[in-house]
C-alpha cells in the first residue's frame, strides 16, 4: 500500500513539473494528477496551451496593434 502511494506521489510531482512549462501551471496540474490520475493530469496538462505559445500571441497582439496605429494614426 505504501508503494502505490509513493509512487502516486511521484507521478504526480512528475505530471506537475512538465504542467510547469505550460499555462496551466505546476500547482493545478499536481492537483489534477493527485485527486484524479496521474494519467489524465498528464492528459489536462498536455492540452492546456504552452507558455511559449502564449507568450508568442501576446507578442504578435502587440505587434499587429503598434503597426494599426502606424498606418492608421490617430487625430
Known amino acids: 500500500m505504501i508503494v502505490f502511494i509513493v509512487s502516486w506521489v511521484v507521478l504526480s510531482v512528475i505530471v506537475?513539473?512538465?504542467?510547469a512549462t505550460?499555462?496551466?501551471g505546476?500547482?493545478?496540474s499536481f492537483?489534477?494528477?493527485m485527486f484524479l490520475?496521474?494519467?489524465?493530469?498528464m492528459m489536462i496538462a498536455a492540452f492546456s496551451t504552452s507558455k511559449k505559445e502564449v507568450h508568442?500571441?501576446?507578442?504578435?497582439?502587440?505587434l499587429s496593434k503598434e503597426y494599426l496605429d502606424l498606418i492608421n494614426p490617430k487625430k
Open 16 to 19: 506537475a513539473l512538465f504542467g
Open 37 to 41: 490520475t496521474p494519467l489524465i493530469g
Open 26 to 28: 505546476f500547482t493545478k
Open 56 to 62: 508568442k500571441k501576446k507578442e504578435m497582439d502587440r
Open 31 to 33: 492537483f489534477a494528477a
Open 22 to 24: 505550460r499555462r496551466i
